[in-house]
């Protein structure tokens, strides 16, 4: 915690700041719920245990945590597979504790070893299984059952099942607001209005319930929303009543079976990727260019993790698009990040009534709108433009994460990944320059064992009565077995009437490579 001279000096900074994230992150809250199948309370205590708990222990002073939609896919399919959303939080406390032994093993640097191409497919990924998985909502189907974002799922619990039946439910009031609010968010990411002092202030998805609110109020009787086409929350006195309300785990969980499991592991390793990569990006448009902790990061976002899920929340990371609007907003220590924790949870209690006149298609537009941002064209064309080695794994991961599920995928696309670095490896590593009986070879960079199989092609090639001039200069690595392969040749190059010549880097009285008096021959 900051001390009391630092809170007096930024109180002024932080307040106003906190107003705004609280303003961004309660639709955001409640969106993420509705998308993930989970209650809708589940979403504003995750929001405030991000915002107090992690606030709290984190390094970060503009980082703010919270519910966040790279995880509704996770979270959507597990309470399908569950069958339990109680089994499902024990999962959640599950996931923080292996967090918390990750930032205890200094394991921050996890984040580093995954390819930008796989990061980056599956966050396109995610956006496509939102704007899937919401479609319903914003026209008005709203199932009663969760279900699996996976294609090949059983009975009627497809996403895409649910996709295609969604069009004979239409309800016009839905598609009226759900519509309406996608213009909004459009228009309020334009350049232009961006720059509008009060667009700093009020976020376009705010805008967006309230005209939602308003727009469903004042229509005809015949059109209205209501029931499941609203938000739901319990309406409450006091804390005491807030946690009685909540679902609470289910521990008899971690001894009947590996699904719960299974789903631990695989929310702390994206969320524990997603805080790290939103740490990353906050880090570098910190005013102040501070450097969070990653392991530090770890730690915090797990005890998050089993405090909300012992509270009956969401799982928690660290989210860009909130802490975004904490810098713009002018804060400037971790106690903007607590107050807006303590904001929702004060609205909560105080103000359900109000946020029960929520339609859930203006939530879906919010959703929709965040998976296009997520999944937008310009991101395929980039990869595109990068080429094949950097656009095929993004592809890849997509379409496994799609296909199938967000861990499988993932570990499909850093597959995809792994091969395609080795790939370019092998085939840059060593190169040949001929300019008439005159051969170049040349080593690049790190030459390892993958590449001996390519060097030994190379100097298979090159015919008798030639001069072969070995540059190894460049590399600072060179495996044990291309020397090996290189002296060989340098050994029977005479049978073929070869002149080998290894150039040395400045001061080095002998190469890599046996003695050049030694092993040249004529």
Not at 180 to 200: R, T, V, Y
Not at 211 to 232: H, R
Not at 269 to 297: G, H
Not at 457 to 481: E, G
Request: charged share 15%; net charge positive; glycine share 8%.
């Amino acid at each position: 915690m900051p001390d009391k001279k630092s809170i007096r000096s930024n109180i002024l900074h932080d307040g106003p700041a906190s107003v705004v994230v609280f303003l961004v992150a309660l639709p955001l809250c409640l969106g993420v719920s509705i998308a993930s199948d989970a209650p809708a309370i589940s979403g504003i205590i995750a929001g405030a245990v991000g915002g107090i708990v992690v606030g709290l222990i984190s390094k970060s002073n503009l980082s703010v945590s919270g519910p966040a939609a790279g995880l509704t896919a996770i979270v959507a399919s597990a309470i399908v597979t569950l069958n339990s959303f109680n089994v499902f939080l024990t999962a959640v406390v599950i996931a923080g504790v292996i967090q918390i032994m990750l930032g205890l093993l200094r394991a921050g640097q996890i984040a580093d070893f995954i390819p930008n191409a796989v990061i980056k497919g599956m966050l396109a990924a995610i956006g496509i299984i939102l704007i899937l998985k919401q479609f319903p909502h914003l026209i008005g189907f709203d199932i009663e059952k969760p279900v699996s974002i996976d294609f090949i799922y059983p009975e009627s619990k497809n996403v895409f099942n649910n996709l295609f039946q969604a069009v004979n439910f239409i309800s016009p009031m839905s598609m009226v607001i759900g519509i309406i609010s996608i213009a909004i968010l459009f228009i309020g990411d334009s350049g232009n209005i961006k720059k509008l002092g009060f667009f700093k202030i009020i976020h376009p998805a705010l805008i967006v319930v309230i005209a939602g609110i308003i727009i469903n109020e004042f229509c005809s009787a015949n059109f209205k929303l209501g029931g499941d086409k609203l938000i739901n929350l319990p309406v409450l006195s006091s804390l005491t009543a807030l946690y009685d309300a909540t679902p609470k785990p289910d521990w008899s969980a971690l001894f009947t079976g590996k699904a719960m499991w299974i789903t631990a592991f695989t929310i702390a390793i994206v969320a524990s990727l997603e805080s790290l990569l939103s740490i990353e990006a906050v880090d570098k448009i910190d005013p102040e260019k501070n450097i969070t902790s990653s392991s530090r990061e770890l730690i915090a976002q797990g005890t998050g993790n089993i405090v909300s899920g012992l509270l009956g929340g969401l799982p928690v990371t660290s989210v860009i698009v909130r802490s975004s609007a904490n810098v713009m907003a002018g804060a400037r220590t971790k106690l903007s990040a607590i107050f807006h924790g303590v904001l929702l949870l004060l609205f909560v209690l105080f103000l359900p009534e109000l946020l029960n006149k929520i339609p859930k298609a203006s939530l879906a537009g919010i959703l929709i709108f965040t998976g296009y941002k997520l999944a937008k064209f310009e991101l395929f064309r980039e990869y595109y433009q990068k080429g094949w080695n950097q656009f095929l794994p993004f592809i890849i991961t997509i379409l496994a994460i799609v296909f199938t599920d967000l861990l499988t995928g993932i570990i499909i696309g850093c597959s995809a990944g792994i091969f395609f670095v080795i790939h370019t490896n092998f085939n840059s590593a060593v190169t040949v320059i001929q300019d008439k009986d005159m051969h170049i070879l040349r080593f690049n960079k790190d030459a390892t064992f993958i590449n001996k199989g390519h060097l030994k092609k190379i100097l298979k090639k090159i015919p008798p009565y030639s001069t072969v001039r070995i540059d190894a200069t460049r590399c600072n690595f060179i495996d044990q077995d291309i020397i090996d392969l290189v002296n060989d040749f340098i050994v029977n190059a005479g049978q073929k009437h070869i002149v080998v010549q290894i150039d040395k880097k400045n001061g080095e009285e002998k190469s890599v490579f046996n003695d050049l008096q030694q092993r040249t021959t004529t």
